[in-house]
């Protein structure tokens, strides 16, 4: 049973940074795509940041240079580090995982529904 496990949520001062972890258990494909989707309150899931096994990395614009994910393979765990943070980054940010990679899927990376992996959240907040 695949399970994804997140930490490092909390609240900042905008300009600040956080560190998001997400512990994978119980997934043995060699392929994968895994990564972060955020929801504000009254807002749809968001992509942020996906890396799949093909080496590729893709972040949504709105993140794009502040954000940075990682995979630490050894430890099977996923990292989102997020800098220079802003109120509108305030959202619980979840893991998500699929064994499809982004270019089985003809590039599709940010569509909630593809990932059939979630945890179960990590509430970010960001103050001005």
């Known amino acids: 049973q695949v399970k994804l496990v997140e930490s490092g949520g909390g609240s900042v001062q905008a300009g600040g940074s956080l560190s998001l972890s997400c512990e994978v258990s119980?997934?043995?494909?060699?392929?994968?795509?895994m990564g972060w989707f955020r929801q504000a309150p009254g807002k749809e899931r968001e992509g942020v940041a996906v890396?799949?096994?093909?080496?590729?990395?893709h972040y949504a614009i709105s993140v794009k240079g502040r954000f940075t994910i990682a995979k630490d393979n050894a430890k099977n765990t996923l990292y989102l580090t997020m800098n220079v943070l802003k109120p509108e980054d305030t959202a619980m940010y979840y893991c998500?995982?699929?064994?499809?990679?982004?270019?089985?899927?003809?590039?599709?990376?940010?569509?909630?529904?593809?990932?059939?992996?979630w945890g179960q959240g990590t509430q970010v907040t960001v103050s001005s």
């Open positions: 998500v995982a699929r064994t499809p990679t982004v270019r089985d899927y003809g590039g599709s990376w940010s569509v909630a529904n593809e990932y059939n992996y």
């Open positions: 119980g997934y043995t494909y060699s392929k994968y795509c």
């Open positions: 890396i799949d096994s093909d080496g590729f990395t």
